[in-house]
């Protein structure tokens, strides 16, 4: 409902009606609308945050961390599109509010901390050329908004696993 009516267009009676439990339930779970809304986001971003994990913990070089990445933005795309347009719904509630802005950009700078340990791990290993890490993993955040914001608004015709690794290898010809 959040991301097809909005948040603000969405009640609390529809969000029962729509789940087929009673106002009771939801308030016994979720203190209100925002509660839950919260609860949609920090569901995404867990799952996103599992992926990051599983990367980190693999064995692979930097680069092929990063070109690997580019492969699950399909899957992004084609089963988190709703959850992604909540992420959106989000954004658009927290440049009124100044509590939830800072739980917005909580897993922006989280994400930021990851690519920059990761391109500071590629220095390390040698796969990666001495850059300024944080402009690097901005670049990355940023590629990967980018893509996925893409991927919303044209959701087919495009292979934006491609687009996503031609992106990746553009700029890891600029840094390796």
């Known amino acids: 409902l959040f991301s097809k009516q909005g948040y603000d267009a969405t009640a609390v009676a529809e969000i029962c009606e729509s789940a087929k439990v009673s106002k009771g339930a939801f308030y016994y779970h979720f203190s209100s609308k925002q509660a839950v809304f919260?609860?949609?986001?920090?569901d995404w971003l867990s799952s996103l945050d599992q992926q990051?994990?599983?990367?980190?913990?693999?064995?692979?070089s930097v680069p092929e961390t990063l070109r690997f990445m580019t492969e699950l933005i399909p899957h992004i795309i084609a089963t988190?599109?709703?959850?992604?347009?909540?992420f959106l719904e989000f954004w658009n509630q927290a440049s009124?509010?100044?509590a939830m802005?800072?739980?917005?950009?909580?897993?922006?700078?989280?994400y930021q901390v990851f690519f920059a340990k990761l391109i500071?791990?590629?220095?390390?290993?040698?796969?990666?050329?001495?850059?300024d890490q944080q402009i690097v993993a901005r670049i990355?955040?940023?590629?990967?908004?980018?893509?996925?914001?893409q991927g919303m608004v044209e959701p087919v015709g495009v292979d934006w696993e491609e687009v996503?690794?031609?992106?990746?290898?553009?700029?890891?010809?600029g840094i390796t």
């Not at 500071?120 to 850059?131: C, L, M, N, P, T």
């Not at 990355?140 to 914001?149: E, H, I, T």
């Open 120 to 131: 500071a791990h590629g220095i390390r290993e040698g796969s990666i050329e001495d850059v």
């Open 140 to 149: 990355v955040v940023a590629l990967a908004l980018g893509v996925l914001l």
């Open 164 to 173: 996503s690794q031609q992106g990746i290898d553009l700029l890891l010809d």
């Open 96 to 98: 009124h509010d100044p």
């Open 38 to 42: 919260l609860a949609l986001f920090q």
């Open 80 to 86: 988190d599109g709703d959850r992604f347009r909540i």
């Open 52 to 60: 990051m994990d599983k990367l980190q913990q693999s064995d692979f």
């Open 101 to 110: 802005w800072q739980i917005t950009i909580e897993p922006y700078q989280r």
